[in-house]
């Protein structure tokens, strides 16, 4: 008999891992399917007909898509387990605009970094990645006031939007040899990380940093070949 859920996907995709966070914290058994975002399956077409791309989480046969859409939706459809959202809608709200910034403003610049020629260039959105980790840092104290996530005590739903991107942090910190998380400049999100990665629901889920690596030198060659 077929999953009542199930997740369309690939395994390296931080959208991806972002929902299968949330399904692991709300201990929800899903199948997971893999697809190929490069060569669509009509099943994947046919789910996401609008956008065409990946994760779609399929429940009871209805297709929802978006990451972020598809972790709100994950924590209104069940009540076992933790909430992700914040209860109280000012907190609410807060987790909203951050997750919003990093998907919209900050993460988008790891992707410049990738088509960089010059090392003024680089040196520019390095400043810029930085100073949004200043921003997150400041956005933890407040988020989590003194608990271990940004979402108190438990992973919440800032902890999967930022969290699902630290693989791929890892792995820009192999190729160029720049340290993002200081314990000194960034205390909180520091062991933020580390408390992360180190949490059942999360552990399994994030994509080995070497692969991770191996997919970024092939955007990377992938891309100056283009430009050039």
């Given amino acids: 008999m077929a999953s009542c859920v199930q997740l369309l996907g690939a395994s390296r995709s931080p959208f991806v891992n972002r929902v299968q966070m949330a399904l692991n914290l709300k201990s929800i058994e899903y199948e997971f399917i893999e697809e190929n975002p490069h060569d669509k399956s009509e099943r994947l ?9 990946i994760p779609v989480l399929i429940h009871d046969g209805k297709p ?3 990451s972020l859409v598809i972790v709100q939706y994950i924590d209104e459809a069940w009540n076992n387990g933790p909430s992700i959202l914040p209860s109280n809608p000012h907190d609410c709200a807060l987790a909203r605009f951050w997750a919003a910034y990093i998907d919209d ?16 260039a680089r040196k520019e959105i390095l400043d810029k990645i930085f100073e949004g980790l200043t921003l997150l840092e400041e956005a933890f104290v407040k988020c989590s006031k003194g608990k271990p996530f940004f979402g108190g005590d438990n992973v919440g739903y800032l902890d999967i939007a930022l969290g699902c991107y630290m693989p791929w942090m890892k792995a820009v910190e192999v190729l160029i040899g720049v340290k993002w998380l ?24 994030m994509p080995e940093t070497q692969k991770l690596v191996e997919i970024y030198k092939m955007y990377q060659a992938k891309e100056i070949s283009t430009s050039g």
Avoid: M, Q
């Avoid at 200081?182 to 889920?205: Q, T």
């Fill in 45 to 53: 077409l046919k789910a996401n007909p609008v956008l065409k791309k």
């Fill in 64 to 66: 929802i898509c978006e």
């Fill in 105 to 120: 403003k900050w993460f988008p610049l790891y992707k410049e970094l990738r088509g960089v020629s010059t090392e003024e």
């Fill in 182 to 205: 200081d314990k000194i400049k960034n205390p909180g999100l520091a062991e933020w990380a580390e408390r992360l990665y180190s949490h059942n629901a999360i552990k399994d889920v």
